[in-house]
């Protein structure tokens, strides 16, 4: 099993800055990729950013340039960092793991991010 905890969200207004962070617990070796994902209010779910167990990181192409996404093993962690956030950003940020031993997909519990003047 693996435990996701996200935190960092909260109200931002247009242009600001916000760092998203999921503790991780639980079988951490078995895990190759990290992502996090967004849900709008009426929208399907989707990939924001990537990370694999090695480093390699992808993109939707509207968060190219203003996020990025970095993990610290020591601490189990992995970063979403926002800049320039824009009233589209606005959703429920997910994190998600997967177990490259047994292909599972592990769920954080979501945490709100409002973009608003």
């Known amino acids: 099993q693996v435990q996701l905890v996200e935190s960092g969200g909260g109200l931002v207004q247009p242009g600001g800055s916000l760092r998203l962070s999921c503790a991780v617990s639980g079988r951490i070796l078995s895990i190759n990729i990290m992502g996090w994902y967004r849900q709008a209010p009426g929208q399907e779910r989707e990939s924001v950013a990537s990370?694999?167990?090695?480093?390699?990181?992808n993109y939707r192409t509207s968060a190219k340039g203003r996020f990025t996404i970095s993990r610290d093993n020591a601490k189990n962690t992995v970063y979403l960092q926002m800049n320039s956030l824009k009233p589209e950003d606005t959703a429920v940020y997910y994190c998600r793991a997967t177990e490259w031993t047994t292909g599972n997909i592990y769920w954080g519990q979501g945490t709100q991010v409002t973009v608003s003047s």
């Open positions: 990370i694999t167990s090695g480093g390699v990181v």
